[in-house]
């Protein structure tokens, strides 16, 4: 039963690298987050997906991009890395209907230097 | 715009004591409140739900209580254990189509054998 999986767990990037974050669950739901948590903060939304091909923007968007061309993947996009984008960033996912609990991943933990 | 807020932010108890957090929200309109586990390094995991019809949760020695009109929610952990150490953070789920959560900072708690 594996729920979200994010992969990968660790991450050092250099600045002005690019990379992708990727999330995957198993549960056919249709909303999934990212979320990035800064040391000693609580969690703040970066993008959603309401279902395949349907993303918006959250509190913190700027300087990441998703897309989700099926329910069960929801990747995050990081284009010239900088030393602010530096935290632990989760995935999540929930169904819009019944008891709506949101399910998270493990996170990766990133670092920009 | 909903801000959640978690007092204390950190709280020291000996092995064996009730006690409460507690958690408020700035927007009653909100679909549900969850409150999460987070160990040092780790994800989040899913301790109770109480959705906006509903007054309180229970989960073995845990108790949620929701109170929209005054915009509170508490956390009741009773006979706390070391094992209980952790961060407990809520969050509040909007009432409008995206669904996302609101995170407060968490509360640190540190539970002395």
């Known amino acids: 039963n594996a729920g979200v999986t994010q992969t990968p767990k660790f991450r050092i990037l250099k600045i002005g690298q690019s990379m992708t974050l990727q999330c995957a669950q198993d549960?056919?739901?249709?909303?999934m987050y990212w979320y990035r948590q800064d040391p000693g903060m609580g969690l703040k939304l970066i993008y959603y997906s309401v279902g395949a091909g349907i993303t918006d923007k959250g509190e913190v968007p700027n300087g990441y991009n998703v897309s989700r061309s099926t329910t069960e993947d929801f990747p995050l996009r990081l284009e010239l890395a900088a030393p602010s984008q530096t935290s632990v960033y989760f995935c999540?996912?929930?169904?819009?209907?019944?008891?709506?609990?949101?399910?998270f991943g493990q996170g990766t933990r990133l670092t920009v230097v | 715009k909903q801000e959640v807020t978690q007092i204390p932010a950190a709280l020291s108890v000996p092995e064996g004591e009730n006690l409460v957090l507690n958690c408020s929200f700035t927007d009653s309109a909100i679909y549900n409140l969850q409150w999460f586990r987070q160990d040092p390094g780790k994800g989040l995991t899913s301790l109770l739900l109480?959705?906006?019809?509903?007054r309180e949760q229970t989960s073995g020695r845990l108790n949620a209580s929701l109170d929209k009109s005054s915009g509170r929610s508490t956390l009741y952990i009773a006979a706390s254990q070391p094992g209980d150490s952790a961060t407990y953070l809520c969050a509040g789920a909007g009432d409008t189509g995206r669904r996302a959560l609101t995170f407060g900072s968490g509360t640190r708690l540190q539970v002395q054998p």
């Open positions: 549960m056919n739901h249709n909303y």
């Open positions: 109480i959705q906006s019809s509903q």
């Open positions: 999540a996912s929930s169904v819009t209907t019944g008891s709506t609990e949101a399910f």
